[in-house]
């Protein structure tokens, strides 16, 4: 059975860095699979952050994420990580990993869904 299982949310001021960390876990070894980062802002819709394309692996970034924010993977560890810098108030939200069997390009609604973490970007 799948699982993910994000960690590294809390409160950081203005301009401040936080780095976000999701465990998956009930993936064959040498599978194959996406994952990616989402959020939930307060009165807003989920929207797609950071994610790899399933074509050569390259990072995908949403506009607000793109130049701030840095996804990577570890598969070894089955571990996946966003750096989020220069934060701003925008940026508090509720951080989801997702992960999916099926690896498509962009951003598109995952099966595997974490509890999500509090990002809280404020003075």
């Known amino acids: 059975q799948v699982h993910v299982a994000e960690s590294g949310g809390g409160l950081v001021q203005p301009g401040g860095s936080l780095t976000l960390s999701c465990a998956a876990s009930?993936?064959?070894?040498?599978?194959?699979?996406?994952i990616g980062w989402f959020r939930r802002a307060p009165g807003k819709e989920r929207e797609g952050v950071s994610c790899f394309d399933s074509t050569d692996g390259s990072t995908h970034y949403s506009h607000p994420a793109a130049g701030r924010f840095t996804i990577s993977r570890d598969n070894v560890k089955s571990t996946m990580y966003l750096q989020m810098n220069s934060l701003k108030p925008d940026d508090t939200a509720v951080y989801y990993c997702?992960?999916?069997?099926?690896?498509?390009?962009?951003?598109?609604?995952?099966?595997?869904w974490g509890q999500g973490t509090q990002v809280t970007v404020s003075s």
């Open positions: 997702a992960a999916d069997r099926r690896w498509y390009d962009g951003f598109y609604d995952y099966n595997y």
């Open positions: 009930g993936f064959a070894s040498e599978e194959d699979y996406a």
